[in-house]
């Protein structure tokens, strides 16, 4: 871990509120996309010269699109409920990464020019021009919001700042004041297929190496195809599945579980990604694109069943979003949509979660476990904010918290909840979610795992915890990162079906 330029928040002896540090985070911006990323995703590359124009009307289409950010905007009553349960807030005291704060600075600018008193009698209703230096302040401040939708649980209204994190971010998109990370990633996804640019030899490649180490470990044949045509399952799952640690360990647990069920599956080289960072960035257009390939990929496969495995925002997205985006489900009318919905197979929930195909198994006793091999860990849950609040899973309420518990302590003997406050719906952020997740963010990501951390701390030095496991590939990533900076090793984190994995008894396994 080289020296940071920042300081680790101290644990808190109690939850308490920080001391408010105003300003303590202005310093912090993302890098700015470069022309070429911008372009690639028909964005102007530069901020425009009519930028001002340009953001008003991108503000009014918006506010004249979706509904609930023009109620959101004219609904607060600054209640303060919101105040501290934005994990940045907590582990930074900057005021203005206050959720009510956040909404401030794009909701001072719809009153200026969306709102009568606002055009009229602007300083008596706090209502600001859009000028370069608030344009400045959005880039910094709506990159400080992970859009975990926390705060919303709290809010008597129900307002989402995520939803005005991602309207500011799609109007500075439009007038070409882009984030390098997403906006790259974005770039990526639309033209290879994955986040990470990894193209269809390399993919192949990897997956043979795989199947290589699987059954050097366990002297059974399990197979990780790739564009099988007339496969049962399409497997989608997020591109850091193929490479990363600890990724790679639940992709191998997919892969046992696919085979101790005997199915016939595939992965695709079209849609080698599960993740979609339209989301992060508020471009429907562009979620609708990255969603369309993976319908591209099922209907050239011919497959009867899409299963998604652990990322939490493209788990969002498949869950709450695709039948708009490609017509899964009812409102879906073209061609396309209508080929897809008779393709798929009724019998089974379209789409589907790996957690809930791995459960049904286990209650219907075809997996067989030993669940003493994962005896040297006790294991914790980090339930992730898009499957938390973003999503469910199966089918009764809360089944996106109990489905992966249920599997942990199907293949576990000891596991631990961390504090009711900071589970389940009241999650804690990882810190890294909603396209923060680059080092040029360093320091929000290390400051806003704090309340996490704190809570690992506690069963760690209670209970003995030594590992915390969670179903998003983000988590994963940014806890291998920041978990070092409070003190922990970073293989404290895995996914689920990496435990999966270590207890599975196959057919013939060594
Ligand atoms: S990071 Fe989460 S809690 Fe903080 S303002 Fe954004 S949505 Fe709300
Ligand atoms: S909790 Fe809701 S109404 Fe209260 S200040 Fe926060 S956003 Fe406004």
């Known amino acids: 871990m080289a020296a940071a330029s920042f300081e680790t928040p101290a644990f808190r002896e109690y939850p308490s509120v920080p001391a408010l540090k105003p300003d303590a985070m202005a310093h912090l911006q993302p890098y700015v996309a470069n022309e070429k990323i911008q372009e690639a995703l028909g964005l102007p590359g530069k901020l425009v010269d009519d930028w001002h124009d340009v953001a008003i009307a991108r503000m ?30 907590i582990g930074s005291a900057d005021p203005k990464n206050m959720p009510v704060a956040r909404q401030e600075l794009f909701r001072s600018v719809y009153r200026r020019y969306f709102t009568l008193p606002g055009k009229l009698f602007p300083k008596l209703v706090g209502a600001r021009d859009l000028t370069k230096d608030v344009l400045d302040e959005w880039f910094s401040y709506f990159w400080q919001c992970s859009e975990c939708r926390r705060c919303s649980v709290f809010c008597p209204y129900g307002i989402d700042t995520a939803e005005v994190t991602m309207a500011a971010r799609a109007v500075l998109d439009t007038v070409g004041y882009g984030q390098k990370y997403s906006n790259e990633i974005l770039g990526k996804v639309t033209k290879i297929g994955n986040n990470l640019g990894l193209p269809g030899p390399a993919l192949l490649d990897t997956l043979e190496g795989l199947e290589e180490d699987v059954k050097a470990d366990t002297g059974v044949d399990v197979k990780f195809p790739l564009d099988v045509k007339g496969a049962e399952i399409l497997l989608v799952t997020p591109s850091a599945d193929f490479f990363a640690e600890p990724h790679i360990e639940s992709l191998i647990g997919y892969g046992k579980v696919f085979h101790a069920a005997g199915a016939s599956w595939t992965l695709s080289s079209h849609a080698s990604e599960a993740g979609n960072f339209g989301l992060f960035t508020g471009d429907y257009a562009l979620m609708k694109k ?221």
């Not at 918006?62 to 349960?85: E, N, P, Q």
């Not at 999650?427 to 890294?432: E, L, Q, R």
Request: overall charge positive; some cysteine.
């Open 290 to 510: 990255i969603a369309t390939r993976i319908r591209d990929a099922a209907l050239e496969l011919g497959v009867k069943r899409i299963i998604v495995g652990e990322c939490g925002h493209a788990w969002r997205v498949t869950y709450s979003f695709w039948n708009t985006l490609v017509g899964l489900g009812a409102g879906g009318t073209d061609p396309y949509a209508i080929e897809f919905q008779k393709q798929l197979d009724p019998r089974y929930p379209q789409p589907m979660h790996i957690c809930e195909y791995t459960w049904d198994l286990i209650e219907r006793g075809v997996l067989k476990f030993d669940k003493s091999l994962n005896d040297h860990r006790t294991i914790t849950f980090h339930d992730s904010c898009n499957v938390a609040r973003g999503s469910r899973m199966g089918d009764r309420a809360g089944g996106q918290f109990d489905i992966p518990r249920n599997i942990i302590k199907a293949v576990a003997n000891n596991y631990v909840d961390m504090e009711a406050g900071t589970i389940r719906e009241k999650t804690f952020c990882c810190g890294g979610g909603g396209g923060v997740l680059t080092d040029d963010l360093l320091e929000l990501r290390v400051k806003g795992a704090l309340p996490r951390m704190e809570a690992l701390k506690q069963v760690a030095d209670s209970r003995n915890v030594n590992f915390m496991a969670t179903i998003c590939a983000i988590c994963k990533a940014q806890f291998t990162k920041v978990l070092p900076y409070y003190g922990f090793k970073m293989g404290v984190v895995g996914g689920v079906h990496q435990l999966v994995s270590t207890a599975i008894r196959l057919e013939g396994q060594e």
């Open 60 to 89: 009014g289409d918006l506010l004249g699109k979706y509904r609930g950010l023009r109620v959101f905007m004219d609904s607060c009553v600054h209640c303060g409920a919101c105040t501290d349960k934005c994990h940045y807030f």
